[in-house]
């Protein structure tokens, strides 16, 4: 019977990014094999669109989280729904998580 032990990280980084890879490592007629996964999950957090900026101030209206206003692939899906400004103004927050799996002999 070969049994599989699992191990997850999960890192917040600014950026995201996707890889994988595997490898087999044959030692003293042993044969180790593992895998890797990335998995990445992008949120838009707070609004930071500077409303005063025109008149030399800094006002941010308090939107707290992205709300798009459409489906995924049309126009509104980069409108917020909540303060009306584009996604790019919101604080994007990468999850990933990176999945290794690996079979002792």
Request: charged share 25%; proline share 2%.
């Amino acid at each position: 019977m070969m049994m599989k032990k699992r191990q997850v990280v999960v890192k917040r980084s600014s950026e995201g990014g996707g890889s994988s890879s595997s490898s087999s490592t044959n030692n003293n007629n042993r044969n180790i094999s593992s895998s890797s996964r990335v998995r990445s999950v992008v949120r838009y957090g707070e609004c930071q669109k500077n409303h005063a900026a025109n008149i030399g101030g800094y006002a941010v209206d308090g939107c707290r989280e992205f709300l798009a206003t459409g489906e995924e692939g049309s126009n509104g899906a980069l409108t917020c729904a909540a303060c009306g400004c584009h996604r790019n103004f919101h604080r994007r927050e990468v999850e990933s998580e990176v999945v290794c799996e690996y079979s002792p002999p």
